[in-house]
């Protein structure tokens, strides 16, 4: 199983990493979302996305609706891990094609709750 994370805070890829690379998930990371579809190129069997919005380059939305647009892409499930809660903005995303945010702070149970709803296989996660 692969995952992508595509923020442009070292340290926020490092948290979500540590949370879930433990589910068993292979980590490929990406500073924005240039670097992110790059990655996915690369790795086109990725199955999960974490996704910040503000990122230079290209940002979370920008990233959502390129994946979205590409077919090879369908089956990744997008997560926009970010500090907007504006109403409007959020609706955009769904719009986009992201499966489920997550708010900036938030903990691992907040996370793998939302892994779980949009249907993440997690075989490790009886475990955790």
Do not use: C
Request: proline share 5%; net charge negative; aromatic share 4%.
């Amino acid at each position: 199983m692969h995952a992508l994370i595509v923020d442009d805070s070292r340290a926020m890829r490092r948290i979500l990493r540590s949370i879930v690379e433990p589910l068993g998930f292979e980590i490929t990371e990406a500073g924005n979302g240039i670097e992110g579809l790059q990655q996915l190129v690369e790795r086109p069997n990725t199955e999960l996305a974490l996704v910040d919005w503000n990122m230079p380059e290209m940002n979370g939305l920008d990233f959502v609706k390129a994946v979205r647009a590409n077919p090879v892409y369908e089956r990744i499930k997008l997560v926009m891990v970010t500090t907007e809660t504006e109403p409007a903005k959020m609706a955009r995303a769904l719009m986009a094609g992201v499966d489920e945010f997550v708010m900036k702070p938030f903990t691992k149970d907040i996370l793998l709750d939302k892994l779980q709803l949009i249907g993440v296989t997690m075989p490790v996660l009886a475990e955790v």
